[in-house]
């Protein structure tokens, strides 16, 4: 069973919006530090957002002020908050979880499966 599984991506023209989730079958939900990964095209992949276990945000600057992360613990689902895309957000994000608070270093035990996110300029 995956524990993590990503919804919410596709096509979108710059300056749009698109609103990933994440639905988890880790328990207790609320004892994982969650976060969202990105790996664009011919890169490595990069924690952009991180969110602890009682709501702690951070997140990289190439996305701060435009993503917003958060995390529904009564029903096991993380989010990301897409607005003012840019097509250097293209890229595969995953939903990422670990016990450990690895902050926004992509060094989680837990991963999903990626769902793609297409920007166009």
């Known amino acids: 069973q995956v524990p993590l599984v990503e919804s919410g991506g596709g096509s979108v023209q710059a300056g749009g919006s698109l609103r990933l989730s994440c639905a988890s079958s880790?328990?207790?939900?609320?004892?994982?530090?969650m976060g969202w990964v990105r790996q664009a095209p011919g890169k490595g992949r990069e924690g952009i957002a991180v969110?602890?276990?009682?709501?702690?945000?951070d997140y990289a600057l190439s996305v701060k002020g435009r993503f917003t992360i958060s995390r529904d613990n009564a029903n096991n689902i993380l989010y990301l908050q897409m607005n003012s895309l840019k097509a250097e957000d293209t890229g595969m994000y995953y939903c990422?979880?670990?016990?450990?608070?690895?902050?926004?270093?992509?060094?989680?035990?837990?991963w999903g499966q990626g769902t793609q996110v297409t920007v166009s300029s």
């Open positions: 969110i602890g276990r009682v709501g702690a945000t």
């Open positions: 880790l328990y207790p939900f609320s004892a994982y530090y």
């Open positions: 990422a979880a670990d016990r450990v608070d690895w902050r926004l270093l992509p060094r989680y035990n837990y």
